[in-house]
């Protein structure tokens, strides 16, 4: 199977040093200080043992590498655009396109039946220019439970967990997503293949479009914003109000928020992947995991005013350190 990364970072750059480990030809599409210590000392995957270098082919420009089986999409969301500009030559009619990312996808709505089906969320992607070049049709769905960072560029340092959910964005099961999740396990990864993707997605979410903004707004890690009370409750307000949406568009929650909150607190004080971009002073993904809630909450007539808060805090501060775009309309 030839596989390409694309995005190369903490969760993509994990993916393709197991992939390559487990005797796949992996190449990576990456750019700036990324692409040149890939192309200097190949992908570098830290462990207990040290740290394992994977020499990939490496480049900026995919038509490079042409036709691909599977292409693993594991970029920040707000960089989706940019990669639906040029992805074009990696894809064939049955190429896989595996997105390994958080938050709500560009094609949530897309193989689904119902009233939802083919919702276009104007934070996600207005012209549906993402679901032009990357159709659902080809995605599998990636949920990311485990977390991962990289010290240096092309350096992949992994932390907590090892599980990843994959499945068929329409639900049930197929060849592919056999094929997939069989590829994932023999890289050593804790894998399932789910018959319901996107309640898997929405579960993941759930815990994160919280944790992810308040700590960016508030510098804090998780440890703290589990033990302040205040901060505790607001985020279970928040947690409500997506649960209520979740069970309007076929992705029941059945946990509750504080049994939530306490797998969360056995990730002690760790910093999230928006609190690590606001410090890089990196895009971030507020879109993908609040914004697209706010979206469907208007769609499906359930009242957000906790979830709009959020929003409202997070934008502006995304917006105050020019880690937001300005433009961005005012629900
Ligand atoms: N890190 C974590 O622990 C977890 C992350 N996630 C999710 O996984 C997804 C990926 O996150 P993560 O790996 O942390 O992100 P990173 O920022 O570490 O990695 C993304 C990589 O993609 C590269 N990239 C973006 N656009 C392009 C492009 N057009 N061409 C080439 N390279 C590109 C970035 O390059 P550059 O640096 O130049 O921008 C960067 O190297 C996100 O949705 C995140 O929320 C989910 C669970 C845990
Ligand atoms: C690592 C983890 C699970 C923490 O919420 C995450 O997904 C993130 O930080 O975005």
Known sequence: MNITLYGAGAVGGLIGARLAASGNDVS??????????????????????????????????????????????????????????????LLGPETIILTAMNGVPWWFFDAIEGPLAGTRLPSLDPQGVLAKAMPASQVIGCV??????????????????????????????????????????????????????????????????????????????????????????????????????????????????????????????FKTSMLQDAEARRPLEIDALVTAVHDIGKLVGVATPNVDALLGLVRLFGQSHGLYPREASFP
Not at 43 to 49: A, F, V
Not at 243 to 251: E, F, K, L
């Open 144 to 269: 990311v439970h485990l977390s991962s960072s990289c010290p240096e560029p092309g350096l992949v340092k992994p932390g907590f967990g090892n599980r990843l959910i994959v499945g068929e964005p329409a639900g049930g099961r197929s060849a592919r997503l056999d094929k997939v999740a069989a590829l994932l396990a023999e890289a050593c990864f804790d894998t399932e293949a789910s018959a319901d993707i996107r309640s898997d997605i929405w579960y993941k979410l759930w815990g994160n479009m919280t944790m992810n903004p308040v700590s960016a707004i508030t510098g804090a890690t998780g440890d703290r914003m589990l033990d302040d009370p205040l901060v505790r409750r607001f985020c279970l307000a928040v947690m409500q109000e997506a649960a209520d949406i979740g069970a309007r568009i076929g992705c029941p929650i059945t946990q509750s928020g504080e049994d939530r909150m306490e797998v969360t607190r056995k990730l002690g004080a």
């Open 28 to 89: 990576v599409i990456a750019r700036g200080r990324t692409l040149d210590a890939i192309r200097a000392h190949g992908l570098r995957l830290q462990s207990d043992d040290g740290t394992k270098a994977f020499p990939v082919e490496a480049g900026d420009d995919p038509r490079r590498f042409g036709v691909q089986d599977l292409v693993v999409l594991a970029v920040k969301a707000t960089g989706l655009q940019e990669v639906a500009r040029h992805i074009a030559p």
